[in-house]
């Protein structure tokens, strides 16, 4: 079965079509500025191109853009669009309803709303996406995949707050954590890799990326993570802060008049590398000031090693202990400075990385030194293939 892979966002749509037999991907592509003006489509087919300016109002538009560039005579990879067998979304956050990946029907889609107060760039505008789908597809199945539904094993220690109870209660604030279908995949390849079961496994994965998160993986199961109700939660990210003293929003926005929508609006798009280094988001940009002996972008790095350093040591305490450390994502694939620096001085905890061969980018690889007690695993994370692989067996489940 062919599946298509559809992310939406308020103004943009990335797609990915996967023939499943394979599980090779046959193309994929961006739709961007939708309703605003400059529209434009880029599908890449292996080392083909195409793109299209075009204005694209909706949504809906844009879906129908899609489909088209997916069976161009000239650019396309289909015949025709009744080869889509399935459509597999990926949604934000699915709060306490989703455990799983879940067939979208009437229901479901009550639920993703219910959500949307906690996602609200979000899950709008993956509905939005979903809808618009619909609309163009209207026989073919579809399935929503969501970032939270790995972390709903975590135990109530680990996903409740010390605020008054009737907050999680009433208002379901807790945490959820987010990147669960990468948290997923990664530990599942470890396990591969490892030629273990993942349920004899304690693994931590560092998602690293414009957002980080961290997951403690204990038999398979998240039992911890660093994102909370929001992605703001955690380790210093791209621009969000991660981690703050929650009475210091009281000192600043005190005395720089600043009111609650301004003072979010920093921690989660002003901060981080950005905030501190006050040069980039990117992580390459920052590396290359602190080698060049930009002092802020030093500073940057040392609290982003530190704070994930943090967490391994939690993780593995939480756990009674860890026998793999899996690095992913755009940051924990390439940067073999960063995984160098974190995993520095744990040798105590039998964490010992071979630097030569550390040096390695985007590719599946254990660098751990042949005697450490804990393996160390680069593993390219594929959100995409993991929501494709929900989407066939629930797909084929309902039949
Ligand atoms: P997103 O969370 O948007 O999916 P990615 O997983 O693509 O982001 O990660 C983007 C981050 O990865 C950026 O900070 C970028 O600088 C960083 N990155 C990409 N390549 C490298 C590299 N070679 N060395 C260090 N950082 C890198």
Redesign the pocket.
């Known amino acids: 079965m062919k599946i298509l892979i559809v992310n939406a966002g308020s103004s943009s749509l990335k797609y990915q079509l996967i023939d499943m037999e394979r599980e090779v991907t046959m193309a994929k592509g961006l739709v961007e500025r939708i309703g605003i003006p400059g529209g434009r489509l880029k599908q890449t087919r292996g080392e083909h191109k195409y793109e299209l300016d075009m204005h694209m109002p909706d949504h809906i538009e844009a879906c129908k853009q899609m489909l088209q560039a997916l069976v161009h005579e000239e650019h396309g990879v289909l015949n025709s669009m009744d080869e889509i067998g399935a459509v597999g979304h990926r949604v934000v956050h699915g709060g306490e309803h989703f455990t799983a990946s879940s067939l979208i029907d009437e229901d479901c889609l009550k639920a993703i709303e219910q959500n949307s107060s906690f996602a609200p760039l979000h899950n709008p505008a993956n509905l939005m996406g979903i809808r618009a789908t619909q609309m163009v597809m209207k026989d073919t199945p579809m399935v929503a995949v969501f970032d939270t539904s790995f972390h709903q094993s975590m135990p109530p220690k680990s996903f409740l707050y010390g605020m008054p109870m009737e907050y999680y209660t009433d208002l379901k604030v807790r945490r959820y954590g987010f990147h669960g279908t990468s948290h997923r995949y990664v530990s599942e390849r470890a396990a591969r890799m490892l030629g273990r079961d993942a349920k004899d496994l304690k693994i931590i994965t560092c998602h690293l990326?414009?957002?980080s998160s961290l997951c403690a993986v204990d038999g398979g199961k998240s039992v911890d993570t660093s994102m909370g109700l929001t992605p703001l939660e955690g380790v210093l990210m791209?621009t969000r802060s991660g981690n703050v003293d929650p009475a210091s929003l009281q000192y600043i926005m005190n005395h720089l008049h600043l009111d609650i929508n301004q003072m979010m609006d920093v921690l989660n798009k002003k901060s981080g590398l950005l905030g501190v280094s006050g040069l980039s988001s990117?992580?390459?940009d920052v590396?290359e000031a602190a080698a060049q002996g930009h002092q802020r972008a030093q500073i940057a790095l040392n609290l982003l090693h530190n704070g994930i350093k943090k967490y391994i040591g939690a993780y593995t305490a939480v756990m009674g202990g860890v026998d793999a450390i899996v690095f992913t994502?755009?940051?924990g694939e390439?940067?073999a400075e960063l995984r160098e620096r974190v995993l520095s001085n744990m040798e105590y905890l039998g964490v010992k990385l071979d630097k030569e061969k550390n040096q390695v980018?985007g590719k599946e690889r254990d660098v751990a030194a042949a005697d450490s007690k804990v393996r160390i695993l680069v593993i390219p994370t594929n959100e995409e293939l993991v929501i494709a692989r929900d989407t066939l067996a629930l797909v084929q489940g309902s039949k």
């Open positions: 990326g414009n957002g791209g990117d992580m390459r590396e994502a755009g940051i390439n940067s980018r």
